[in-house]
């Protein structure tokens, strides 16, 4: 997945500090002009991040990037958060993680003709995501892999039911 170069220069001042917390990186966007927003995903190695811990990952990175100045003194809005359910899938790992899930992906340059892909995630194969779409399953390089999230399905949203008791008060 190729980024921009101030999204690598920012991704390598603070990874050292999230990975020091207990949690991983998952994505960096730098959205609008004028005073753009940082946005940070992150999340524990096992998934998942509170708004308490946000909140702690937010004021140790604005620490690292006022320190090792970024960017260059600009105004910026920070936002640190969790993936989400239609989570971004930015690393490799991801496309084994959710595996039987749904998912789609915008590569460059195309494959067989085509730069996007809908259906089920088969995880990876060396440096390269299965995916099984209508048309047979796909292996695509990673490194083509311009954006991929998962699709937000029904059943990720509904609460689970639960269980009545067969047992007798």
């Not at 730098?30 to 946005?39: E, F, M, N, R, V």
């Not at 970024?70 to 971004?88: C, F, K, Q």
């Not at 088969?122 to 490194?143: D, H, Q, R, Y």
């Amino acid at each position: 997945m190729s980024k921009a170069p101030l999204i690598k220069k920012i991704e390598r001042a603070i990874t050292p500090t999230i990975e020091s917390m207990g949690f991983e990186l998952v994505r960096v966007l730098l959205i609008g002009s004028g005073k753009p927003t940082l946005q940070i995903m992150a999340e524990r190695p096992d998934g998942g991040i509170t708004i308490d811990e946000c909140g702690k990952l937010s004021q140790a990175v604005s620490v690292v990037l006022d320190v090792e100045n970024v960017l260059e003194d600009a105004s910026y809005y920070l936002e640190v958060g969790s993936p989400g359910i239609d989570r971004p899938l930015t690393r490799l790992k991801d496309f084994d993680r959710y595996a039987g899930q749904e998912a789609r992906m915008e590569i460059e340059p195309a494959l067989d003709g085509r730069k996007r892909f809908r259906g089920c995630l088969k995880g990876t194969k060396g440096n390269s995501v299965l995916i099984a779409t209508e048309e047979g399953e796909k292996e695509i390089p990673f490194s083509s892999i311009e954006r991929a999230k998962l699709i937000v399905a029904d059943e990720m949203i509904q609460p689970k039911q639960q269980k009545k008791s067969n047992s007798k008060k």
